[in-house]
């Protein structure tokens, strides 16, 4: 299968990017990596009357430390870039820790944070992690900016806060607070293959052991990142006990996900994966806290 016919603009700068979108709006489609769109429109699941290549772009494509001490992403940033970046180790831990499960080395020198984030695919690795680590996202259209938490970002299958007119130019990772541990796990058939399912952790401790904050997120469990606020609140002002995290994987794999049956698992083996991956995360994401050196 091939495209159907459509218009061609490669902006070099921010700004021409953002005019042609105005110009163009539903009728348009950014090309940043290709790895989503392309394939989708060579199906013909999608014929946009416009394509906004943002590979000339380069004021996107940098990583850089934001005044708050914490990270900065454009989202042009190939995964690649990220996954061997030494301010992403360092700033973002988790982020990188989870570079590695996406896909393979060849679509990870293609893809962009940015188009991956956009995309929200409910399998994709990155949206859990942003929202894991209460990221913010700016979405920018002519003459307005706006940021966007990671968590609003995503209202459902697919679908994101993006209006017609925006791009979703970079990505802020708040610092981490002292004392917080991290992790992240998924099961899939093969590596690279979308993972049945995936959780990411982030767990803060004070000097006594007692959990401060604690945010878990699923992956592919939901139309969209799924929160677990009810587990969380149950380690938060506790000292995270094997018992208390068995109790809160039980708590989110049974109250706080939607899992689906598909033709790779029953709705009912994902939520024992989901118990069984987020009682170790979470238990990682503790121990790792409780063990400052690591960080």
Known sequence: MKPAPFAYSAPKTLEEALTVMEEHGYGAKLLAGGQSLVPVMNFRLAQPAMIVDLNGVTELGRIRVGDDYGLRIGAMVRHSQAEFSDKVAKLAPLMSEVMPHIAHPQIRNRGTIGGSLAHADPASELPVVMVALNARLRLQRLGNTRWVNAEEFYESLFSTALEAEEILTEIAVPPLMANTGYAFQELARRHGDYAQAGVAAVI??????????????????????????????????????????????????????????DVQASAEYKRHLAFVLGKRTIQEAVTRAGNTKNL
Not at 206 to 234: T, W, Y
Not at 242 to 247: D, G
């Open 204 to 261: 803060t401790l004070d000097e006594s052991g007692i959990c401060r904050q604690a945010r878990v997120v699923f992956l592919n469990l939901g139309e969209i990142p799924m929160i677990a606020h009810k587990a969380a609140q149950a380690l938060v002002g506790q000292k995270p006990t094997a018992k208390l995290i068995e109790e809160a994987a039980q708590l989110a794999s049974r109250q706080e996900i939607e899992p689906t049956t």
